[in-house]
């Protein structure tokens, strides 16, 4: 178990992450949010044991982070650390070899991820030669090359397209069902709902919500009623509760202040004629980010 | 497990053996070398005008032994200024002036000296030739001819010949020094040597070139591109600063060996075109009179307890300059910002090496031998400086001290600005940043 306990960094004066703390399983997966700056790659870089937290301590089952046990954490970095002029298979036996692998042992599982990702034909290519998509799936090769107990994934689907997305999602799964603990950071909301069972939401370093996704929405007053059909914008928006309504295409998102708006506007929508959709559904994560982080996140 | 140090050293190694540049730059280094040792062969090869001598074409309006006289004088004249004594034919001509300027239009190489008898000058000379002659011949034949004018000005005054020989003969001086441990080929050594050493001790200066921009280049390309995140996140900062300290240190000890073997390749060509290595004119020339004269000094036999010494003195320059590359390296964001932090370490190394041709033209300096002290400095100033006789062993053992010392301090305090700088991304108070890790010892 990864545990981040009353954790503070300071830069200086500058306090870059303000006791935080949370705590991930294994086969756990777990959001760490924030707009740039909010203290995200300090807390990444203090639980690979780069950074040496000011207050507090980070443990892997129960043992501190230090280069004896870093054997057995990935890390995949939000920009490109590939050394570019090197071979794939030459980047494999680098990054495998500081995991304390074998060259045989590492190969054998390049072979396997490079089949699993279609790339065995560029076994021998120089990375500079590889497509941005391309060299962001042997980072993630390289990262996972351990089969890791921890895995820090720092924005692991820049530049990949919808397709590669999933391969990737299929894989991080995977990797969770067997065991691994992993700390996943996007500013993509939707990869996050989709694989984040507990998130953190830092804002200047500290953080703002913490907990179970499903509780997270849960908690968070504000619903969003999709409706299909053709209602009139100008009716609904005058419900007292209605924060706005948008079109998209035949369809509508209504935003309302909380459940108790649902009824009023069922009972005006139900006067519509073909009306083929009421669904009542969680605010998006994205939605309760950009609410609890502010403007923020927009710049 | 494999050792993560040992396998970075090798990585950094091979990464730089194996590139196409270092073959490159390899083949085109031993080929300048090669060529530089035989370069005189080569110019012969081309052929030239040059390979032909010129002809000097003596007209006596004098007694008719001026082309005897002449002879003699032109061959002291030119082995004042060439090692080859025999570059010119001296020929007697019995023709008139008139018709030597007939053959000398239709032969570049000929030259003609009409001696006559000078009522006020005791002879004067016509001197014809078609086309201007250079500095060198004007100066060999001006000299031949000045001193055929005085020996003749001296059989006018009653010298016999006998008096005349000894008259031209060299004063034997005989050199007297008060410390008797003093000789004079030693002194032809230093001498020498002022002028020589800096000249030997430049693949050093060229080495630790080479061994700033390796470091510094592997460290900044790491870092740029971010490579330098996962690499640290394995192994510690001060396990990857000393793989690049000991991988850039192996390399160059392979550069400078490759260096040696082009020389000892260039020497061998001499020897089996024939030339040896004591053709005049030449690099393998120089080498080879340094040799003998150093033969003749104490130096040789002083090599057994100075070269280890120096030996100490290079490497732990070379471990100083490794790791202030390194840690110059971490601070910096771009490779651009490198390449402007190189220029001062340059300029060290290169005050050391002007300091060391200098330190023969100002004997005695108390500036110079302080700084032969100085870590960087002191790696090609103190073996000059000990050459020439200026300081002693003990003071190189100062200057090894110092070096050492500095490098105690790099290891000690520049590994907490490295840690601190390879993982930091902007240029923003950069030194306050830096100077404030000093004092830290966690990062």
């Known amino acids: 178990m990864l545990e981040v306990k009353n954790v503070t960094k300071y830069y200086g004066n500058f306090c870059a992450v303000n006791n935080l703390s949370f705590t991930v399983k294994p086969g756990e997966i777990f959001g760490l949010l924030g707009v740039n700056g909010a203290g995200k790659t300090t807390t990444f870089r203090m639980i690979m044991g780069l950074l040496e937290p000011t207050e507090g301590e980070v443990t892997l089952d129960g043992k501190k982070i230090d280069y004896s046990v870093t054997d057995q954490i990935g890390f995949l970095t939000e920009e490109r650390s590939l050394l570019t002029k090197l071979k794939v298979s030459e980047q494999a036996i680098y990054y495998g070899t500081l995991k304390g692998m074998e060259e045989d042992a590492i190969l054998k599982r390049l072979d396997e991820l490079l089949e699993k990702f279609e790339m065995s034909q560029y076994k021998n290519t120089p990375i500079k030669e590889l497509s941005k998509g391309n060299q962001q799936k042997i980072q993630f090769i390289t990262a996972i090359i351990n089969k890791p107990k921890l895995l820090i994934l720092d924005e692991p689907f820049s530049g990949l397209d919808p397709f590669n997305v999933e391969m990737f999602k299929d894989e991080i799964k995977a990797l969770a069902n067997e065991g691994s603990i992993i700390i996943f950071s996007s500013h993509r909301m939707e990869h996050v709902e989709l694989f984040c069972k507990k998130i953190v939401i830092l804002v200047s370093g500290k953080s703002v919500i913490e907990g179970e996704l499903t509780t997270i929405k849960k908690k968070y007053k504000k619903k969003n009623i999709y409706v299909r059909g053709d209602i009139n914008v100008s009716e609904i928006s005058k419900i007292d509760g209605v924060i706005s309504v948008s079109e998209y295409g035949d369809s509508y998102e209504i935003k309302i202040e909380d459940d108790s708006v649902t009824q009023k506007v069922f009972d005006k929508v139900k006067k519509y004629k073909d009306i083929t959709k009421f669904e009542l559904a969680d605010a998006t994560l994205n939605e309760i980010f950009v609410a609890k982080v502010g403007e923020s996140y927009e710049k | ?443």
């Not at chain 2, 090599?303 to 290079?314: E, F, M, T």
């Not at chain 2, 001062?344 to 032969?372: E, H, N, Q, T, W």
């Open chain 2, 1 to 443: 497990m494999k050792n993560k140090f040992k396998f970075l050293t090798k990585e950094s190694l091979k990464r730089k053996i194996s590139s196409k540049w270092f073959k490159i730059v390899n083949i085109i280094l031993c080929l300048v070398i090669m060529a530089a040792l035989n370069i005189d062969n080569i110019i012969k090869m081309f052929g030239g005008d040059f390979q032909e001598k010129d002809t000097v074409y003596i007209i006596d309006n004098v007694d008719g032994n001026v082309y005897d006289v002449f002879s003699s004088q032109i061959n002291t004249s030119t082995s004042m200024f060439l090692a080859d004594d025999n570059n010119y034919n001296i020929e007697k001509y019995d023709k008139t002036l008139e018709e030597a300027k007939k053959e000398v239009e239709q032969n570049s190489k000929i030259i003609v000296l009409e001696f006559n008898k000078d009522s006020e000058n005791v002879i004067n000379v016509t001197f014809l030739s078609k086309e201007y002659k250079d500095l060198q011949d004007m100066a060999i034949l001006n000299t031949a001819i000045n001193n055929t004018k005085v020996s003749y000005a001296m059989i006018e005054y009653n010298v016999n010949p006998e008096s005349l020989a000894k008259i031209y003969e060299n004063v034997k001086i005989n050199r007297v020094f008060i410390d008797e441990e003093k000789d004079d080929k030693s002194e032809n050594t230093n001498m020498l040597m002022t002028t020589v050493f800096p000249i030997i001790i430049l693949p050093f200066f060229m080495l630790t070139i080479i061994l700033v921009q390796m470091i510094g280049a592997e460290v900044n390309d790491e870092k740029t591109t971010k490579s330098m995140e996962i690499i640290i996140s394995n192994v510690s900062p001060e396990t990857h600063l000393a793989s690049k300290v000991a991988a850039g240190n192996l390399f160059i000890l392979i550069q400078g060996g490759l260096l040696l073997a082009f020389v000892g390749l260039g020497i061998l060509v001499r020897f089996l075109s024939g030339s040896g290595i004591e053709s005049s004119g030449t690099v393998g020339n120089y080498i080879g009179t340094v040799i003998d004269l150093l033969k003749g000094t104490q130096v040789f036999s002083q090599l057994a307890y100075v070269l280890p010494l120096l030996l100490i003195l290079l490497i732990t320059t070379f471990l100083a300059y490794s790791l202030l590359a390194g840690i110059l390296a971490a601070m910096t964001t771009n490779t651009e910002d490198f390449q402007q932090l190189q220029t001062p370490i340059v300029m060290v190394s290169l005050i050391g090496y002007y300091l060391a041709i200098l330190a023969g033209l100002f004997k005695g300096s108390l500036l110079i031998r302080i700084l032969s002290y100085i870590p960087f400095i002191s790696a090609i100033l103190s073996p000059s400086l000990l050459v020439l006789g200026e300081i002693g062993i003990i003071d190189v053992l100062v200057a090894i001290a110092l070096t050492c010392l500095l490098v105690f301090w790099m290891i000690k305090y520049g590994i907490r600005i490295y840690k601190v700088g390879i993982l930091n991304y902007s240029s923003k108070d950069l030194w306050k940043k830096m100077f404030k890790s000093l004092k830290q010892k966690k990062v």
